[in-house]
């Protein structure tokens, strides 16, 4: 089952709030038992493996070029890393990344 936006985005804010799960609830007006049965959906779809995609804005003055002969680095929340070369095409990795979504 696929996780809605809206709570994975209270999970990761949960997450990075260092709160309790109940005070976070209570701040948020979110039903309590409802949070945790969403953490627990979300919690069983990071351990299927199925990769939670987080959306990324990059702008102009962000972008730095990679050194050369430095591989592209993908970390993932899960602790997976994949390191790709730098040769691989943009195209590439876009058919990659929609592959593991």
């Known amino acids: 089952m696929p996780i809605p936006k809206r709570w994975r985005d209270h999970i990761e804010a ?4 260092g709160l309790k799960q ?3 609830c209570r701040q948020h007006d979110i039903n309590y038992k409802t ?3 969403r953490l627990s ?8 493996g199925k990769p939670v995609l987080i959306p990324v ?3 102009k003055e962000a972008v730095a070029p990679l050194p050369e002969a430095q591989p592209f680095v993908l970390l993932l929340r ?11 095409s943009a195209q590439w990795l ?7 979504g």
């Open 41 to 48: 959906d979300y919690r069983r779809a990071c351990e299927k």
């Open 78 to 88: 899960q602790g997976h890393r994949l390191e790709l070369p730098e040769s691989v």
């Open 57 to 59: 804005t990059i702008t």
């Open 14 to 17: 949960w997450q990075d709030s």
């Open 35 to 37: 949070f945790i049965a």
């Open 94 to 100: 876009s058919v990659l990344l929609r592959g593991l």
């Open 22 to 24: 109940a005070d976070y």
